[in-house]
């Protein structure tokens, strides 16, 4: 069974830090890029990093750029994210995603991922 499951959320005040983990399992995922998207209540699902299948290049969201930064560990089938100063306005349910690509750049389109994890509330505090 194909699965992404996301750990690592909670309550933190602005200015602190939290990393995020998604383990993958069910498949073989080295061409797979490997994302991490948002959304906030009331909102659509917006985009937040990316890493691509070799794990080498990176995309970020611009609110998000010097902030957060997205890692992953091929040996543990896992991709991270590591979040640091974070603002009362980064409060959502953060996702993992999956889609097929041997692109350098990974997508920054949260519509072009296809395999989904269930969530992980980060709620930050002013």
């Known amino acids: 069974q194909v699965q992404l499951v996301e750990s690592g959320g909670g309550l933190v005040q602005a200015g602190g830090s939290l990393r995020l983990s998604c383990v993958a399992s069910?498949?073989?995922?080295?061409?797979?890029?490997l994302a991490w998207i948002r959304q906030a209540p009331g909102e659509e699902r917006e985009f937040v990093a990316a890493v691509n299948w070799r794990g080498r290049n990176t995309n970020y969201a611009d609110y998000v750029k010097g902030r957060f930064t997205i890692s992953r560990d091929y040996a543990k089938n896992t991709v991270y994210l590591q979040m640091n100063s974070l603002k009362p306005e980064d409060t959502a349910v953060y996702y993992c995603a999956a889609r097929v690509s041997l692109s350098y750049t990974p997508s920054n389109n949260a519509a072009e991922y296809d395999l989904w994890g269930q969530g992980t509330q980060v709620t930050v505090s002013s």
């Open positions: 069910g498949r073989t995922w080295s061409s797979y890029s």
